[in-house]
């Protein structure tokens, strides 16, 4: 990446090629619902084994 930035922007690419990946790792993602997606997939997985069980 810093060799792109020395391309582009020769002064600027050593601070820049250490605060851009900085940045990145500090974002994060929340997408809402996961938490409810969580429980239904384990209460769906529960009842599976539940009728494995009963059929088994």
């Not at 060799?3 to 050593?14: D, H, I």
């Not at 090629?17 to 969580?38: F, K, M, R």
């Amino acid at each position: 990446m810093r060799t792109r930035l020395k391309k582009l922007a020769p002064r600027m690419a050593a601070h820049l090629g250490d605060e851009i990946p900085a940045a990145l790792a500090e974002q994060t993602t929340i997408v809402a619902g996961t938490h409810t997606a969580g429980h239904i997939i384990s209460q769906r997985a529960a009842q599976l084994a539940h009728l494995t069980e009963q059929r088994g």
